[in-house]
């Protein structure tokens, strides 16, 4: 199948960021796989990678991302690499975890997260300050939050930072659906990330996907990775499987009809892959 004429595989920012429209990422990878499977899905067209404090696994990525940019001789703005703060916390903590992430991955940071609301409103806010000054600096292009409520982003708005989040990457498929996030967050110029956005693997076989998927003529991952470029999401996709990482990125060549849309975007019911897990509405 041919690409869709005109369709772009990034999405422009008005602040100059070419941010691609999926991303590879490496939660639940074994840290011995995790350098040639990032290696593997830069090989294969993916120009997003997304690690985590964690995860514990920045120092493979960011090696990965460093000798594929050696390799093919491609400059380092060629790649997007993002990593996230593991707790919010104190002004001290907050500046050695940073510190800690840019000596693992051995690169600056495209874009440097929050990883969860959770530490409390204090918290949020002085790591915030913090991660601010390592913009200022030079080691942190962008800054993005995640797991974030519509409160933890008012209160974000009202702290008068001086740099704005560019993402909010939460939990999305088509069975959470989260309407009030999405739209607070289009409303102010915050790209959506969908994280599992392959409900983790778990609902791969659920037999209205597979109908669904079916009468696209496509299997369903790629459908859901599919529904969430056209929802406007940014999807973050993990995999190990080296055929499906190359499967998952075949998704820039055909269209979802719309009434099939509609009925995929129907079945949202606040399920969450990790039942014991909504950060979004922690205080
Ligand atoms: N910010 C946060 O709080 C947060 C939380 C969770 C995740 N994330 C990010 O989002 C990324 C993805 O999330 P996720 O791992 O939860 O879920 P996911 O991408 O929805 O699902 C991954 C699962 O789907 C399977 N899979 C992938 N492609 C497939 C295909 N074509 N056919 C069949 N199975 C396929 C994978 O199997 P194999 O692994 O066996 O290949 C894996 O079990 C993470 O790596 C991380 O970067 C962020």
């Known amino acids: 199948m041919s690409e869709i004429k005109g369709e772009p595989n990034h999405i422009q920012l008005p602040n100059g960021l070419s941010l691609p429209r999926i991303g590879f990422g490496v939660f639940r990878i074994k840290y011995a796989d995790c350098y040639d499977l990032v290696t593997a899905a830069l090989d294969t067209g993916y120009r997003r990678i997304d690690t985590s404090e964690v995860y514990g696994n920045e120092d493979v990525c960011g090696k990965a ?14 790649i997007i690499l993002s990593t996230k703060l593991a707790n919010c916390s104190d002004y001290a903590a907050t500046r050695a975890s940073i510190r800690s992430s840019l000596h693992h991955l051995g690169t600056y940071i495209d874009i440097f997260s929050i990883f969860s609301p959770a530490a409390g409103s204090k918290a949020r806010i002085e790591s915030w300050r913090v991660m601010e000054e390592f913009v200022d600096r030079g080691d942190i292009r962008y800054l993005g939050v995640c797991n974030y409520g519509i409160k933890h982003l008012e209160e974000l708005y009202a702290s008068e930072p001086k740099y704005f989040p560019i993402v909010n990457q939460i939990e999305l498929h088509p069975f959470l659906a989260r309407d009030d996030i999405v739209n607070w967050c289009k409303g102010h110029d915050i790209l959506v990330e969908a994280y599992s956005p392959l409900t983790n693997g778990i609902r791969l076989q659920d037999p209205t996907l597979v109908e669904l998927a079916n009468s696209v003529g496509v299997d369903v ?3 859901l990775l599919r529904w969430s470029l056209e929802k406007g999401y940014i999807p973050i996709v993990q995999c190990t499987n080296l055929d499906q990482i ?13 009434e099939i849309k509609d009925r995929i975007t129907s079945l949202d019911e606040h399920w969450h892959a990790d039942s014991s897990y909504d950060p979004t509405i922690c205080e």
């Open 65 to 78: 991302v460093i000798d594929w940019c050696e390799r093919n001789r491609a400059p380092r703005t060629d």
């Open 221 to 223: 991952p790629r459908l």
């Open 246 to 258: 190359k499967h998952n990125l075949n998704i820039f060549s055909f269209q979802i009809p719309e």
